[in-house]
């Protein structure tokens, strides 16, 4: 989910706990779990720092160990370590079930996302991303801040928000099977589809399309749960050549390659390089496909640069690649 969201869960979570008797009858571990809930809510994200080192990084760690089992675990207890000695008389267990809970429903709502999470390792390094639920999604967003403004005027916490994750776990049901339908109505459009990876939009009923056959890719798009194909590819193999052998040895398109299970590729040769671009094919968004990877050869197939991550224009994706250049 996106920081926004995480941080009204952690509020959220930390209200919750007013119906645990130990928390309520304790002040000073009633101001523990809500400070704890509210850093546990956002810690498994911190990785997030890794953008600014670069794109490749980011991709191949965001949401990865941060997010696993062994992560799960050591995050509260490294948030309590740090809180704890300003508040001695805090309930030490409860405190810590409740910044547990924090943890875990952070990386636990993660895998409903198109984008997913390693939240398996250290048994498997493979996304976990159920994908019926937008990284942003609205629905969830305002019922938080409703349940927070209901607080505020004086409704009680802790059954405030036992309704609201009620209200919220129905709603995860109803888009689990609003998933289902959609991935229906692909099958009977492309009934040799043999993946379709289905993202969500913000709007409840658009679902952006990606499926896969033996010799074909195909994007489009799901309106209420009608079905619209934009584009079909052929599934071209990655040839042995010399320019996508050297290309394929670079850290961008290498970190994009790790993540997109679904994409295209071609190369363009100039009068003094080769271009490598790979274009990820779940995310098309008027008629263009944002999430790419470039690379430049020289006539050696020596790398002069490259670029991975989110461009909506060839203009800006130039002036990137010239920018890395220079």
């Given amino acids: 989910m996106d920081t926004g969201t995480h941080i009204v869960m952690g509020f959220a979570i930390g209200g919750l706990a007013s119906l645990d008797p130990v928390v309520a009858g304790s002040h000073a571990t009633t101001i523990g779990v809500m400070i704890a809930t509210l850093v546990g809510s956002q810690a498994p994200d911190i990785d997030t720092v890794l953008k600014l080192k670069n794109n490749a990084i980011y991709i191949r760690n965001h949401r990865g160990i941060t997010h696993s089992i062994p992560a799960v675990l050591l995050w509260p207890l490294l948030i309590i370590a740090v809180l704890y000695p300003f508040i001695p008389e805090a309930n030490l267990l409860h405190l810590w079930l409740w910044t547990f809970l924090a943890v875990f429903l952070h990386v636990f709502v993660d895998i409903f996302n198109a984008y997913g999470t390693q939240a398996l390792r250290p048994f498997s390094s493979k996304w976990v991303a159920l994908g019926f639920i937008n990284t942003f999604d609205p629905i969830i967003f305002i019922i938080h801040i409703i349940g927070l403004f209901l607080w505020a005027f004086g409704a009680d916490p802790g059954y405030t928000f036992l309704g609201v994750y009620i209200v919220l776990a129905d709603y995860y049901f109803l888009r689990y099977f609003a998933q289902r339908r959609v991935k229906k109505k692909v099958l009977g459009i492309i009934p040799d589809a043999k993946t379709i990876i289905l993202s969500p939009t913000m709007r409840y009923s658009h679902w952006r399309v990606a499926a896969m056959t033996d010799s074909s890719f195909y994007v489009g798009r799901a309106h ?101 250049t220079n």
């Fill in 224 to 324: 209420n749960y009608q079905i619209e194909i934009y584009d079909k590819y052929h599934r071209i193999p990655i040839p042995e050549t010399p320019e996508l052998n050297a290309a394929r040895q670079d850290k961008n398109l290498s970190a994009f390659l790790s993540f997109s299970p679904v994409y295209r590729w071609e190369v363009q040769e100039f009068e003094d390089m080769y271009q490598v671009r790979f274009i990820d094919l779940r995310y098309r968004s008027n008629g263009h496909y944002p999430f790419v990877a470039v690379v430049h050869l020289d006539k050696n197939y020596q790398i002069i640069t490259s670029y991975t991550g989110w461009i909506f224009s060839e203009e800006k994706l130039q002036k990137k690649l010239d920018i890395l």
